[in-house]
């Protein structure tokens, strides 16, 4: 017995001082790439990934005062704008598979998420949006300086947190808002972060396989999407304002029309019936539950595409 216990606290020692030491890199770095090597690795999966886009496209910086936006401008630049938002650790790239159906009637602009891995950077790691409404204003003041007016908007996850959050602050200015598994209309929001926090702080390869499985699942769909979520464990500490579960009264507030499409095997937004149940106080919601996991729009993409279509002519 006395051995087990020493055993016990011998793991809960080394653990301790893994995070503590993890802790100790986090702080004294001055990018959100903790580890030397990951940026210009992350960079090469980008890369890579934009090297398949399937249609032509212009990259833009877009200065603020949090540093520079980098946006994916692509499809019919005769069609109504469409702001695609990505999932957290995947990059605007995670679009790959919807631009080109979506693109041929609509005017595409692909965000990568300040504060993120992606091509978008902070000009100082420790000034970034801290509160819904700074989060919200970047992304207006983007859309402003793109001269993109009354757009429609795409979240997914992490992105579509974003949208939940601009449709209630800037609603008047914006067609409709399709959400694709978002943070912030469940419970389990608390239990997702807590979750990664771990993960922050011991970023080894013997926790990442099952942090990748119950995070994008491990389906041939996901392709290239889980070498880039896996190079952002492995050495990125993002900084932006992080998702929150938005209470009902918050939800009653968005007036747009709303798409939520949501997988029956996401583990991080958890039970579509309850999210489902949580969100109806949206005012003009329709909802779909898809067989997928929580990269729905890269694991689903067809179906995806099909459903968005379908909801932006009506």
């Not at 893994?18 to 802790?23: L, T």
């Not at 580890?35 to 090469?44: C, D, H, V, Y």
């Not at 992490?158 to 914006?174: E, M, P, S």
């Not at 041939?220 to 889980?226: H, S």
Request: net charge negative; glycine share 8%.
């Amino acid at each position: 017995m006395f051995i087990a216990i020493g055993v016990v606290l011998f793991i809960l020692a080394v653990l301790i001082g893994m995070a503590i030491r993890q802790a100790h890199i986090y702080k004294k770095s001055a990018t959100i790439y903790f580890r030397p090597e990951t940026e210009a690795k992350l960079m090469a999966v980008y890369d890579r990934a934009l090297g398949k886009w399937p249609v032509k496209y212009t990259s833009h910086m877009i200065e603020n005062k949090y540093g520079t936006v980098h946006v994916i401008e692509c499809g019919n630049p005769d069609g109504e704008d469409l702001v695609l938002l990505h999932a957290a650790s995947v990059g605007a790239v995670s679009w790959i598979k919807n631009v080109e159906a979506l693109g041929e009637t609509y005017h595409l602009y692909a965000i990568d998420v300040l504060g993120e891995g992606n091509k978008s950077r902070l000009t100082d790691v420790n000034k970034y949006p801290e509160t819904e409404k700074e989060m919200v204003d970047l992304y207006h003041d983007v859309f402003s300086k793109l001269g993109i007016v009354t757009p429609h908007l795409a979240g997914a996850s992490y992105g579509g947190f974003i949208a939940l959050n601009y449709a209630k602050n800037y609603g008047d200015q914006i067609k409709d808002i399709m959400l694709l598994g978002p943070m912030g209309i469940s419970e389990s929001v608390p239990k997702v972060l807590f979750t990664m926090m771990l993960y922050t702080f011991y970023p080894y390869r013997i926790f990442s396989d099952p942090m990748v499985k119950w995070a994008v699942g491990d389906t041939a769909e996901i392709g290239d999407t889980k070498d880039y979520f896996e190079t952002i464990l492995a050495g990125v500490l993002g900084r932006y304002y992080r998702p929150r579960t938005l209470a009902k009264e918050y939800l009653e507030l968005i007036d747009v029309p709303t798409l939520l499409i949501l997988g029956d095997k996401d583990q991080l937004v958890g039970s579509p019936e309850k999210a489902i149940k949580y969100v109806s106080c949206i005012k003009d919601l329709k909802t779909v539950v898809l067989d997928s996991g929580h990269l729905i729009n890269v694991e689903k993409a067809p179906d995806v595409n099909k459903l968005m279509l379908a909801f932006l002519k009506q």
